[in-house]
């Protein structure tokens, strides 16, 4: 193992998982607080639909129907995307890459005082990227919650979120492979409360695994 490869298990990694609207942006936020190095894969998204090489695909394949005065039209890329899996699979092969470099580069170096380092992506388990998780913690919420939520941020209909939710793994599939359940239906101290506890115990498994 290299140095490097030896300190980037030094500390564990923590995956968000969850459905849409379910609160793992704001897992993530209370983490980055307790000193984790957090890594927002919506937020890299977006960074590389900025991106001139990816632009160029973009343009190249879907022309004016995808590009706005030389930049992505996100809401009509997406509608694209989640209208066709052969289209949203050629997206994801231009975005994931781009991304899971940039998270690589923010994981690799030294771990310093953070005590763990966090994923959040919106298809951590599709992508295969919980194999690079230590323990993994589902976000949980009730659809109702997660439906108006999702119409106040994003301005999407319940049946926009149930499109986007169905591109996904099924919640019960998700939640069965998490080592944390985190209930998240508004209470922003109870959230805290079990983020601090779940790290606490994930903290106390990595180090009782790496014998130390």
């Known amino acids: 193992m290299t140095d490097a490869a030896a300190a980037a298990r030094s500390i564990p990694t923590i995956g968000l998982i969850g459905g849409i609207a379910s609160g793992k942006s704001a897992?993530?936020?209370i983490l980055a607080q307790l000193g984790c190095i957090a890594c927002d894969s919506d937020d890299l998204a977006h960074q590389a639909l900025r991106d001139p090489d990816i632009i160029r695909s973009i343009g190249t394949r879907w022309g004016d129907r995808?590009?706005?005065?030389?930049?992505?039209?996100?809401?009509?890329?997406?509608?694209?995307?989640?209208?066709?899996?052969?289209?949203?699979?050629?997206?994801e092969s231009l975005v994931h890459p781009w991304i899971h470099a940039r998270r690589r580069?923010?994981?690799?170096?030294?771990?310093?005082?953070?005590?763990?380092?966090?994923i959040d992506a919106p298809l951590l388990l599709e992508v295969g990227?919980?194999?690079?998780?230590?323990?993994?913690?589902?976000?949980?919420?009730?659809?109702?919650?997660?439906?108006t939520r999702a119409q106040a941020s994003r301005g999407w209909p319940a049946a926009e979120l149930a499109r986007r939710e169905a591109a996904q793994w099924p919640l019960d599939q998700k939640r069965a492979l998490a080592h944390?359940?985190?209930?998240?239906?508004?209470?922003?101290?109870?959230?805290?409360?079990?983020?601090e506890a779940a790290l606490a115990d994930t903290l106390r498994k990595h180090a009782r695994d790496k014998g130390t």
């Open 180 to 195: 944390h359940v985190l209930r998240n239906d508004g209470d922003p101290q109870s959230l805290r409360s079990q983020v």
């Open 129 to 147: 990227l919980h194999t690079e998780c230590d323990s993994i913690w589902f976000v949980d919420a009730p659809l109702e919650v997660r439906q």
């Open 27 to 29: 897992v993530r936020v």
């Open 66 to 91: 995808a590009i706005r005065d030389g930049a992505v039209d996100r809401g009509a890329l997406a509608a694209i995307a989640f209208a066709d899996p052969a289209e949203r699979a050629y997206l």
């Open 105 to 118: 580069a923010m994981f690799s170096t030294e771990p310093g005082s953070a005590p763990a380092r966090v």
